[in-house]
């Protein structure tokens, strides 16, 4: 396909009515939403290129390829105490589709009290119910055969998906040796196999659903699905290569009024307007930015950035939350064929994209499928848990954490027919608060906001919540370990879900260099991972969970396609004779100084830009610098998505979401984009109403 992107004269010379800043997964959403109505006109500012016919990009088993390329922004976090002074790459796409041209295409949702939780924050009709309309709305469903379902476990309920959205959805036809042990090596652990995990629960054992098209196995995302389905409509515009630099601001005794942008464009700066709404679906790194960059934010960031201050909200770019994830690799039997071994092998690699260009099959069409979502009672002592909930809402910075280890399973529950012994701890955790109180129950607990409120009642409450993920897959996905020639490998990846860990992204000081921050200053990226209060909480889940994760390896039939575990390797003693000695001796091993040196990103930033209710009737002379940015204060946009404190700017992307969901992303992505637009339609519509 050629170029869609219009020239810079059609582009400035057009009349907008909504100017949508970010043509990424949501933002392309939105505008192709708003274009379906004929009395719209829809402008899309997008810093990428379109990168239509990128294989990197259209073929599923080329995934990751485009990571560090033209079409990633290469962002980078900040050395990470927690993580012993490591900085982490955060790939971020810089293409048009953003992040959803480059993910690796998982299509899931979170179970239905994460969704709820957003609503007890205070944002009517962004629970389960009010969210299930639009999770259908963008989902065509190609259901897999009876065959398919009894082979590799594809199991589907209708009345939970939708069948004609524009984002395909399907269980690989293809998949990879490893996925045929999956579910019996789960249920062998006590893990039942999740028939419906669309349904409001995700726990358990599933296979994947994978955002690809069916007859092409061709990636779908919103370029695809959303954008080029619509191009040819007169009243939706895009302009491509073009960096937005700041929203332009009008004020008034209402709020300030969004009038349009300032943009760069091969090197010269333009300006454009809208009449209607400027709406930024920056993502979760650069929405945050781009309000900082238009007076939104912090006044303390603001004015060492040198910008002007407009709206003084504090929580803008705070809260940042993401999914921790290590990759725990084990060498495999050398037979197996790995999407890994066509990097290193170029006669494989052309014999692969051969078949898949002649045929649409093999390892070209293969993506990890082979997933359980788990709450830690699986295999940690729900009493112990709840002690630790006690203690991390308690006023004790050394409260220790009290996660006995009883020899008797844990209480069954619906995705658990048995278990193994729950694992002891190795270190203690932090207090989650430093005010003097007693222990208390953590519904109740006076020092806590309603974000840690539900964050301790996860960690405590016997709710089925998918707590930590794990994900087998062929290949080597640690960046810390190199792969030997001759070998083949396979990752145990997990996850944490609901981290207390919380961070910022904000723009960086150069007033003291005598100049404006601008787009072009990469933000300051700090998640905080395992730092502040909880943060020890997070490292010590993650070390027990990563027992967990080395037990499924080790358990047939899964183990019985494992020649050893390579990283971290095993951990031998003299007289070891099994094949896999660091399950010997009644030491529990210890991976917590493993988990330090090895957590990387999930690729799943939210919070930046957090969805909830401004505070009632502020006092006129009290600052707001001292809101906290996780109390009930610490919100940026409403339940309809605008900006406090301005009429007519919006933020539809991850960046709302104001607290983390036990799923990737991209599904709710979608659908945020989906519920967004049709607020941003009920405005309009009212709005031409009353003219």
């Not at 922004?73 to 955060?90: E, H, S």
């Not at 998906?161 to 019996?184: A, E, F, K, R, V």
């Not at 009449?275 to 934010?297: D, T």
């Not at 301790?456 to 409450?461: G, K, N, V």
Request: glycine letters at 8%.
């Amino acid at each position: 396909m050629g170029s869609l992107s219009c020239d810079i004269d059609k582009f400035l010379s057009t009349e907008f009515t909504h100017l949508v800043i970010g043509g990424g997964t949501a933002g392309l959403v939105v505008a192709a939403r708003l274009a379906e109505h004929e009395d719209t006109v829809v402008g899309i500012l997008e810093a990428g290129s379109p990168a239509y016919n990128e294989p990197g990009i259209k073929v599923p088993g080329r995934f990751c390829e485009t990571l560090g390329t033209e079409y990633d922004w290469q962002f980078a976090t900040i050395p990470q105490p927690g993580l012993n002074g490591r900085a982490l790459p955060w790939p971020r796409g810089k293409v048009l589709g953003g992040t959803s041209a480059l993910n690796i295409m998982t299509w899931n949702r979170a179970c239905k009290e994460d969704y709820d939780a957003w609503e007890e924050l205070g944002n009517e009709g962004w629970g389960w119910e009010g969210m299930l309309p639009f999770f259908k709305k963008s989902e065509r469903l190609h259901e897999s055969t009876p065959e398919h379902q009894l082979r590799h476990q594809s199991h589907f309920d209708r009345d939970f998906h939708g069948t004609d959205g524009p984002i395909h959805t399907i269980y690989p036809s293809q998949l990879g040796t490893s996925h045929q042990y999956w579910h019996n090596t789960l249920n062998k652990l006590g893990v039942e196999t999740n028939r419906s995990h669309f349904s409001g629960s995700n726990v358990g054992a599933w296979t994947s659903l994978t955002s690809v098209e069916p007859i092409q196995k061709e990636r779908s995302y919103s370029t695809t699905a959303y954008y080029e389905p619509n191009a040819g409509r007169s009243n939706l515009i895009l302009l491509t290569g073009a960096t937005v630099q700041e929203v332009l601001l009008d004020g008034s005794e209402d709020g300030w009024i969004a009038r349009g942008a300032r943009f760069t464009y091969q090197g010269d700066e333009y300006t454009v307007h809208a009449q209607g709404e400027v709406i930024i679906c920056a993502g979760s790194v650069q929405s945050p930015q781009l309000l900082e960059l238009s007076g939104i934010g912090n006044p303390d960031i603001l004015e060492a950035a040198g910008i002007e201050v407009k709206v003084d909200n504090s929580a803008v770019g705070e809260n940042l939350q993401d999914h921790m994830m290590t990759c725990m690799v084990f060498e495999i039997d050398p037979s197996i064929p790995t999407i890994e071994s066509l990097r290193s092998d170029p006669i494989a690699a052309k014999a692969a994209d051969l078949e898949y260009e002649t045929s649409r099959t093999g390892l070209r069409t293969c993506l990890p499928a082979s997933v359980a979502y788990l709450p830690f009672s699986h295999y940690l002592n729900p009493n112990g848990l709840a002690q630790t909930g006690r203690s991390l809402s308690s006023s004790s910075l050394s409260a220790s954490m009290a996660l006995s280890l009883p020899s008797s399973s844990p209480p069954s529950s619906p995705t658990s027919t048995s278990s193994s012994p729950p694992l002891s701890p190795s270190s203690s955790a932090s207090s989650l608060s430093s005010t003097p109180d007693s222990p208390t129950t953590t519904k109740n607990a006076p020092s806590a906001t309603t974000r840690t409120s539900i964050l301790l009642r996860r960690l405590t409450h016997p709710q089925n919540l998918g707590q930590m993920e794990y994900n087998f897959d062929l290949s080597n996905y640690n960046p810390y370990f190199a792969s030997q020639p001759g070998k083949k490998y396979a990752t145990m990846l997990m996850m944490l879900q609901y981290p207390f860990s919380t961070g910022s992204i904000h723009l960086p000081p150069t007033i003291k260099g005598g100049r404006k921050a601008t787009a072009d200053d990469k933000p300051i990226i700090n998640p905080r991972y395992f730092e502040g209060p909880g943060g020890e909480n997070d490292l010590e889940m993650m070390a027990l969970g990563q027992r967990f994760a080395d037990k499924i390896v080790r358990t047939a039939p899964l183990s019985e396609i494992v020649v050893k575990r390579a990283w971290p390797p095993e951990q031998r003693s003299p007289s070891a004779t099994s094949p896999h000695p660091s399950s010997q001796g009644t030491s529990p091993e210890d991976f917590t100084q493993w988990v330090r040196d090895n957590t990387v990103t999930d690729w799943h930033p939210v919070g930046t830009c957090a969805m909830g209710p401004f505070p009632s009737s502020p006092s006129q002379n009290q600052s707001r610098r001292s809101s906290s940015p996780t109390s009930e204060k610490g919100f940026v946009v409403n339940s309809r998505l605008r900006v406090h404190g301005t009429r007519n700017l919006r933020v539809i992307d991850a960046s709302i979401m104001p607290l983390q969901i036990s799923a990737h992303l991209q599904a709710t992505v979608y659908a945020i984009g989906e519920k967004g637009a049709s607020l941003v339609l009920e405005d309009w519509i009212e709005r031409k109403r009353e003219r």
